[in-house]
């Protein structure tokens, strides 16, 4: 035994081995596993609102997601034409800057009855041109097509243009926009369910000249 | 002199010490510095993987040094760069080495990993590394495309467009990944903003501990020995030789061997500035603006064979491709060390690596080829931009002449080329008629297929006859015109003459030749 005064926390057990002391430390042991579960605890109660901050984006429902906007006096549609317009997007945020501007295709079909098609091909959302000579949207990334209706003409899209929902207030044309059309948030926000893989339409692509 | 010599000396050590007893780290670092390592391995085929590291400092510099004047504001971001290239001292250059850099390192990266898979290195005890390593290539791509949206111009912007579209295809979750990724709705400030903090803060982070881990385990394991035919890997004695190896022809790594690793990274350096200088900075193109549509977006480098690929794939097929193949792809690096973790290393002796090697090298190259000058897709202006060939308007009737014309306006060249000039998407017309009958001609116009929308809606009657008499003048090197077999048949006297005579005409029509 020492003559020295013992060290606080300096228990009687020196001459046992690390390990034997490990075991005799039962109280302690048990303090620490009391204290990692603790631990345990208040880390689970940090990462929720943690981990509900980083998937907030994510969790919002998809009928909050936009709202009615007017893109243009009825006038500037001529019957029978396409022309391109564009909004600022409802959804858009303060630092959202030029990126908030969205084009969007509108086919005048008769007085009344429009087409309004997303910009965003089916396929991977590049920017459809509309010809009118030829009657067809043509998208430069992969070399989708699309009829003047906005059904699919040919390329990788598995179905045809997105189309917003319109109606006509006075003298504009308002379309709900919200979500950038993708295949699983579409534009029209119609409340179907999501679309994933549509079957490629009725079209034959069995030989390439096949008379 | 000498005296002050020896007193200089004498300080410095002692301030050394001073500094080794409190941190305890220099001495354990010169040490791992300079262990020995078996003298085969001393070549100038292991030199990749620092090279790689080397790299990665440069980025980590030039990343911080642009982040003191890049503004990650989906408003402000394209006028920033816009600065950096022209009013900031010296800016071009920094955007200029960071670019280059990612280049650089995208492609060392990949003939490290090349290398380690040829000479058998993830063996044995090494199959961790190669697991942290094949993490660190993908991190490596992750900052790649991180990066190139930084460079918020518009092909950042519609290939954020790209990502989420390909985003939206994943099953059940589609829809939520897509508000994820973008932060919102819509492609914008809070898009840019998230991978911003990809780019600077998560993917370097993690790249960061990985290498780290990746040099710990090489440290550990020893830098693998030169593979020789027949020397087979095998658990039990694989270390046992290995350490024998080491004593026997041992040479300590620093420097007999790192001094090779220092000339290559020297030179990659030098060659990054040399690009960065001479060709100068990447972009930005054009403003990240939506409503300019007059843009065909494409991805960088190294992602251009993606880009490929995606133009190839069947409606049908493309999602589960989307879905099924990179889950396939990543596994099967990551599953490599541990499903062939013992046996030969030798390249010689593993043929089936080497054609694997070979067969990913030419694809990846036949694709990110076809990515640079996409014939998938349609060329926007060529109705208005190239002209028909003089010379198939030569002695042509006036309604053949008015059928160029239809073929001009109708937009046809968009897809087709005549005389080597317009799009690639559908097959090229110079001889058209010479494969076509007229009747094939019109129904194809008509109704389409085959991967061409149907023009019917577009074109009148007329229309339609000057196009097709048009296009049935093309016949190339005045081949003959196409027949079709069926209506010899039919003009024949009688039904049995027409059938002790078919085989012949058959004969004659795949040949091109009137009966």
């Known amino acids: 035994m020492s003559e020295f005064l013992k060290y606080p926390g300096e228990s009687s057990n020196n001459d046992l081995a690390p390990e034997a002391k490990a075991a005799a430390h039962t109280r302690r042991v048990f303090l620490f596993k009391l204290a990692v579960g603790l631990n345990a605890l208040v880390g689970a109660v940090l990462a929720v609102p943690l981990i509900g901050y980083l998937l907030g984006p994510a969790m919002k429902k998809r009928a909050s997601v936009g709202s009615w906007i007017p893109i243009g006096d009825l006038s500037s549609f001529p019957v029978g034409e396409t022309r391109l317009a564009e909004y600022r997007s409802p959804v858009a945020s303060f630092d959202d800057g030029e990126t908030a501007k969205v084009s969007c295709w509108v086919r005048r079909v008769s007085d009344q009855q429009f087409q309004v098609f997303a910009i965003n091909c089916a396929h991977l959302g590049c920017p459809v041109r509309w010809f009118a000579e030829s009657k067809l949207f043509m998208c430069p990334c992969h070399g989708g097509a699309y009829y003047e209706d906005g059904r699919r003409a040919s390329g990788p899209p598995e179905r045809g243009l997105f189309e917003y929902r319109y109606k006509i207030a006075g003298n504009s044309l308002v379309i709900h926009a919200g979500d950038m059309p993708t295949l699983s948030t579409e534009a029209s926000c119609k409340g179907k369910p999501l679309v994933q893989i549509r079957p490629a339409a009725d079209e034959t692509r069995s030989t390439s000249w096949g008379a | ?515």
Not at chain 2, 108 to 130: C, D
Request: charged share 15%; with cysteine; glycine share 10%.
């Open chain 2, 1 to 515: 002199m000498g005296s002050m010599k020896e007193s200089v000396t004498t300080a410095g050590r002692k301030g050394y010490e001073w500094l080794e007893h409190r941190l305890g780290l220099l001495r354990p670092m010169a040490d791992a510095a300079a262990h020995p390592t078996p003298a085969n391995n001393a070549s100038w085929w292991y030199v990749f993987g620092s090279a790689a590291t080397v790299l990665l400092i440069l980025q980590v510099m030039t990343g911080i040094l642009l982040a003191l004047v890049y503004s990650p504001s989906a408003n402000e971001a394209w006028t920033s760069l816009n600065v950096l290239n022209h009013n900031v001292a010296l800016g071009w250059y920094l955007r200029a080495l960071h670019g280059w850099g990612s280049d650089f390192m995208i492609a060392i990266v990949l003939i490290h990993m090349v290398q380690v898979f040829l000479f058998g290195s993830y063996k044995f005890p090494r199959e961790l590394t190669w697991i942290v390593g094949v993490v660190l290539l993908l991190l490596t791509l992750g900052m790649a495309f991180t990066g190139q949206v930084m460079r918020f111009d518009q092909d950042a912007y519609w290939g954020l467009g790209i990502g989420a579209s390909i985003a939206s295809r994943v099953p059940y979750i589609g829809a939520s990944l897509v508000h994820l990724i973008l932060g919102g709705a819509i492609i914008g400030g809070a898009t840019l903003s998230r991978f911003f903090t990809l780019h600077v803060f998560v993917i370097p982070g993690l790249l960061l501990a990985g290498v780290g881990m990746h040099v710990w385990m090489v440290l550990r394991h020893g830098v693998s020995d030169w593979p020789m035919p027949g020397r087979l890997v095998r658990k039990s004695t694989y270390e046992k030789e290995y350490h024998e190896l080491t004593q026997r022809t041992g040479i300590p790594f620093v420097p007999d061997a790192a001094w090779k690793d220092a000339v290559f990274a020297a030179a990659i350096l030098f060659a990054v500035m040399a690009c960065a200088f001479f060709f100068g900075p990447f972009g930005p193109g054009g403003p990240p603006d939506p409503t300019i549509i007059q843009t065909a977006p494409k991805p960088d480098f190294a992602f251009l064979w993606i880009y490929a690929v995606l133009a190839f794939l069947p409606p049908s097929l493309e999602t589960p491709v989307l879905m099924v193949a990179p889950v396939l792809g990543i596994a099967g690096l990551l599953l490599l060390p541990l499903l062939a973790s013992e046996g030969e290393r030798h390249w010689a002796r593993r043929p089936v690596a080497v054609l694997m090697v070979s067969v990913i090298a030419v694809t990846l190259g036949i694709f990110t080829r076809l990515g640079t000058y996409t014939p998938w897709s349609p060329i926007m202006d060529a109705w208005t931009s190239n002209p028909i060939p003089p010379k198939y308007l030569h002695d042509r009737t006036p309604l053949e002449r008015e059928g160029a014309i239809v073929l001009q306006n109708k937009q046809c060249r968009n897809c087709h080329a005549l005389d080597g000039v317009g799009g690639l998407r559908g097959p090229t017309l110079d001889s058209v008629a010479s494969s076509l009958t007229e009747d094939q001609i019109v129904r194809q116009v008509l109704q389409g297929g085959g991967n061409m929308p149907a023009y019917g809606n577009a074109l009148n009657p007329s229309e339609t006859k000057a196009l097709v008499s048009f296009l049935m003048t093309l016949r190339g090197n005045d081949l003959e015109p196409a027949v079709d077999a069926s209506r010899s048949l039919t003009q024949t006297s009688g039904f049995h003459a027409a059938r002790s005579s078919a085989a012949a005409k058959d004969t004659n029509a795949a040949s091109g030749q009137k009966p």
